[in-house]
């Protein structure tokens, strides 16, 4: 982009320099002299017009590719999150599934042992108070 902006100056530098010559050189008339000129600054602009196109076309073409880059690199991205969120969402269910197992086994094991207990102490009440409420008869 610098350089195209460089030889635009360029060119337009030139043809002042080129111009301003031309008309302290001239060796015809005034009338032959402005027509020269007119020509002169036909062809500068037809120079001008084209090399602005071409500029244009060129920074489309550049924009165009890169935004079909940048797509590009933004859909792999996306399609490699996918698969880093698939692989942890896998290890979370299988982590979540071992944690269902471990809680099951921890519950099964508070219910024997609930049960375990209970059982102890409906055999010691019944030793130690005879059924009855734990007053002395006299």
């Given at each position: 982009m610098a350089n195209t902006g460089s030889t635009l100056l360029a060119l337009i530098?030139?043809?002042a320099i080129g111009a301003g010559v031309g008309l302290l050189y001239a060796p015809g008339s005034g009338e032959e002299t402005?027509?020269?000129?007119?020509?002169?600054?036909?062809?500068?602009?037809?120079?001008?017009?084209k090399r602005y196109k071409e500029t244009s076309s060129n920074l489309t073409e550049k924009?165009?590719?890169a935004r079909t880059d940048f797509e590009t690199r933004l859909e792999e991205t996306l399609s490699s999150?996918?698969?880093k969120a698939d692989d942890?969402?896998?290890?979370m269910e299988s982590k979540l599934e071992e944690l269902r197992k471990q809680n099951?086994?921890?519950q099964k094991d508070a219910k024997s042992s609930s049960s375990d207990t209970s059982s102890h102490v409906k055999a010691?009440?019944?030793a130690v108070g005879?059924?009855?409420?734990?007053k002395a008869v006299v």
């Open positions: 530098t030139g043809a402005r027509k020269k000129i007119k020509k002169d600054a036909e062809k500068a602009q037809k120079d001008l017009n924009a165009k590719k999150a996918s698969y942890i969402l896998s290890a099951a086994r921890l010691g009440d019944s005879g059924g009855t409420t734990g």
